[in-house]
């Protein structure tokens, strides 16, 4: 039985003085000095993100994280950056909760990331880029090439790269060409040697084709020593032979340059006869959004800067120039590598004890004990081979399911797909809105209506977010029902690099949740009250309010711990202020953006924000709130985020049973509580320090996600 008097995670933390209740004090918990802004946290984050690749990861993950860096800010600008330019261009002068007009923050944005790119170029010019080479990766420039090497690039350019480019040139007769979102180019300029005149013209970087050129196929002396590796980028070797192009022209010069469009769809849903054809027309219109960045190289002269400006339609603001490679989010490419010496070392993620040489069905376990499943540390195979299963039972009458993010080649979707074939009746609710995979999510949509599965596409105005499948299943003494729920997506790929829980059950009470949400999903209702899950955008809001407050009234014996990837929401910001106000010690882990200041004198002393950025992506929510030792816990798929409460169908669900709230409690959120590692503290300022600086000593470090792996390699426990 767990205790009442005592705190199971208490000693997780030095705490720096929680104080005692006392006199509320006379402070506006509104005030925007109490707030960070939401975009510059998210840079924040993604600072935390590029830091990584000076850590203490394999030289081929260092680049990864160089990559991720990139990736991240290009999803910041086509949605984020997009809009709050749509908001400066109409006028809104609504400001943030920390007191920010749309134009102050885009000023705020540019100023941080020209300093942040600035950084993240020289981490590849100074760092990344010689390690590589003395590990016999060697990206090269053109000009460093020998002849010979010139010599077969130029007819690997005539047989695999001339075929496929385009020139477009511009001039009064042929309009400036539309350039595509994130595509990489050539600004050119040529002139005629009969007229003398000056002309301009773009070819766009096929992206079909390799961003990095493997010169082994063409180096002899590679032949010999395959253990070196030479790359140069295409963009050079397309500059080198733009003769081809350009027969007969002089080529004065060619300046790569790199477009950002807004990509966050606008859609009218109510106005949507068929939302699956409206999405598809959306994303062809996602090409076409309106520009919010464009990048170039330094030496690009004023003149040609100026067409591309005006052409563009971009301000100031909007370019930001480098002296490297543009578009470095290709460097996936190097991680790709045959190189197992410079990457991650494999791991095998455990299954749980209850599910190892199973006698009978998984279905029969279940009926024992539910299964809490801790990826990617645990196997994300107990939830597919629990598909699976249910697919060929002949007993199985029912499945149906939630998919958000699925991937490619996903085995959930073959496992529905083949209970149907099996005559099992299967619903899939798919999101066709989950942003930036609409159009996988439409090829799933589509192919398991292809062979029957009936397929909803959620509600209108919400996006379903949650993680749930229920089975239906025929047994002697009736229909049972079982359940999976989750933190994170039906995707054995991310399964395996994000952090999440989820949990599987035979529970009753948890199937008739489960059974009236897909009612919810598919058909019609107005159900606002279930009978465990917390759903949104229906009863988490209020409820994790009133557990906030609960704690709150208990004053300095409550506690608090939420993990999650993001914090913004205002509401629940100030009740956590009132918390700590009241002397609740509080424990926060926010992955990514976090509006909440802490450490403010008279509203945050008692809260601490920790992140944790490492070789998993920290995704599990868990929301746990110690009740007077009669703890309330819950996790699921919501973050504390307006779209989240509000605006998407989610569900968090509790853990009741006394041993698996301990085993959350004290092998999981403590254990990330103790990472000093691969966290940093969000300190008052806005600022994140990593924790080891903030350390007396030069002891050992913490890392919670090895720590993890390391227990994942250990005998298996009953939970973990």
């Not at 002309?199 to 970087?205: G, I």
């Not at 950002?260 to 699956?276: G, H, I, K, Y």
């Not at 080649?409 to 099996?422: G, H, I, W």
């Not at 159900?527 to 009863?539: D, G, I, M, N, W």
Request: charged share 25%; net charge neutral; with cysteine.
């Amino acid at each position: 039985m767990m205790e009442k008097t005592s705190d199971p995670v208490q000693e997780t933390r030095k705490s720096q003085g929680a104080k005692s209740a006392g006199k509320k004090p006379a402070i506006d918990l509104k005030d925007p000095s109490l707030y960070i802004n939401r975009e510059l946290s998210s840079i924040e984050f993604n600072r935390r993100v590029l830091h990584e690749t000076q850590a203490e990861h394999p030289l081929l993950e260092r680049v990864k994280f160089l990559a991720i860096f990139h990736s991240n800010m290009d999803e910041f600008f086509m949605v984020r950056v997009s809009g709050l330019k749509q908001q400066f261009k109409l006028g809104i002068t609504t400001v943030s909760p920390d007191g920010l007009l749309p134009r102050e923050q885009l000023a705020n944005i540019h100023r941080t990331l020209t300093q942040l790119f600035a950084e993240a170029n020289t981490i590849w010019r100074d760092q990344l880029h010689s390690q590589l080479g003395e590990a016999n990766i060697h990206v090269m420039r053109y000009e460093e090439l020998s002849k010979s090497q010139r010599n077969k690039l130029r007819a690997y350019f005539e047989r695999e790269i001339f075929p496929v480019l385009t020139p477009f040139a511009s001039d009064p007769s042929r309009p400036f060409p539309h350039i595509s979102n994130l595509s990489l180019n050539l600004a050119i300029q040529v002139r005629d040697p009969i007229t003398g005149n000056m002309h301009f013209a773009r070819v766009k970087v096929p992206p079909a084709l390799p961003r990095l050129v493997p010169l082994k196929r063409f180096d002899p002396d590679q032949l010999s020593t395959p253990a070196v590796q030479k790359f140069v980028w295409s963009e050079e070797v397309i500059a080198a032979n733009l003769d081809r192009l350009f027969p007969g022209m002089e080529i004065v010069a060619a300046y790569p340059f790199r477009v950002t469009r807004n990509s966050d769809m606008e859609l009218q849903e109510e106005e949507a006869d068929d939302l699956l054809l409206m999405m598809e027309e959306n994303l062809r219109q996602r090409h076409f959004g309106t520009v919010v960045r464009l990048e170039i190289d330094e030496s690009m002269p004023a003149e040609t800067r100026g067409i591309l400006v005006s052409n563009l339609g971009v301000d100031s603001y909007d370019v930001y120039t480098t002296n490297g490679p543009l578009g470095l989010s290709s460097l996936w490419e190097l991680h790709r590598l045959e190189r197992p010496d410079l990457k991650d070392k494999p791991f095998t993620p455990r299954t749980p004890l209850a599910l190892q040489n199973v006698r009978g069905s998984i279905f029969s376990v279940l009926r024992q004990r539910d299964i809490m499943l801790h990826h990617p540390y645990d196997s994300f195979s107990p939830v597919v081979n629990l598909l699976e299963a249910a697919a060929d039972d002949p007993d199985v009458l029912a499945i149906k399911t939630t998919l958000y993010r699925v991937g490619n080649n996903p085995p959930v979707l073959q496992a529905l797909k083949k209970a149907r074939l099996n005559n099992k009746q299967v619903a899939a609710v798919v999101e066709l809105k989950a942003r930036f995979d609409e159009e996988t999510n439409i090829h799933w949509a589509q192919e398991l209506e292809s062979v029957g599965v009936h397929v909803a596409y959620g509600l209108i105005g919400l996006k379903t977010h949650c993680k749930v499948t229920l089975i239906v299943r025929r047994e002697r003494d009736g229909i049972r029902r079982y359940v999976h729920l989750s933190s994170g997506n039906y995707n054995s790929v991310t399964a395996r690099t994000y952090t999440d829980i989820g949990f599987m059950s035979h529970n009753e009470l948890l199937a008739d949740d489960a059974s009236d949400l897909f009612n919810f999903l598919t058909g019609y209702s107005r159900q606002e009250e279930f009978r465990k899950f917390l759903v949104a955008p229906v009863s988490i809001r209020p409820r994790i309010l009133e557990m906030i407050q609960r704690e709150t009234a208990l004053g300095p014996k409550g506690r608090i711990i939420i993990k999650c990837n993001s914090l913004v929401d205002g509401e629940m910001i100030r009740n956590l202020y009132m918390a700590s106000q009241s002397g609740v010690k509080i424990d926060l882990i926010v992955r990514g953006i976090c509006g909440l200041r802490p450490g403010v004198e008279g509203v945050s002393e008692n809260i601490q924000v920790m992140s944790i950025v490492g070789r998993f992506l920290e995704h599990s929510r868990i929301y746990y709130f110690y009740n007077d030792g009669a703890p309330a816990l819950y996790m699921g798929s919501a973050d504390l985020m307006p779209r989240n409460l509000d605006r998407r169908v989610e569900v968090l669900f509790p853990i009741e049973d006394e041993a698996m709230q301990r085993h959350v409690v004290e092998d999981i959120l403590a254990v990330c509580l103790r990472d000093t590692a691969k966290s940093h503290i969000l300190q008052s300022d806005g600022r994140y320090i990593p924790r080891r600086y903030l350390l007396d000593g030069d002891g050992a470090f913490f890392d919670s996600q090895k720590w993890f792996l390391s227990q994942s390699s250990a005998p298996s426990g009953e939970y973990f």
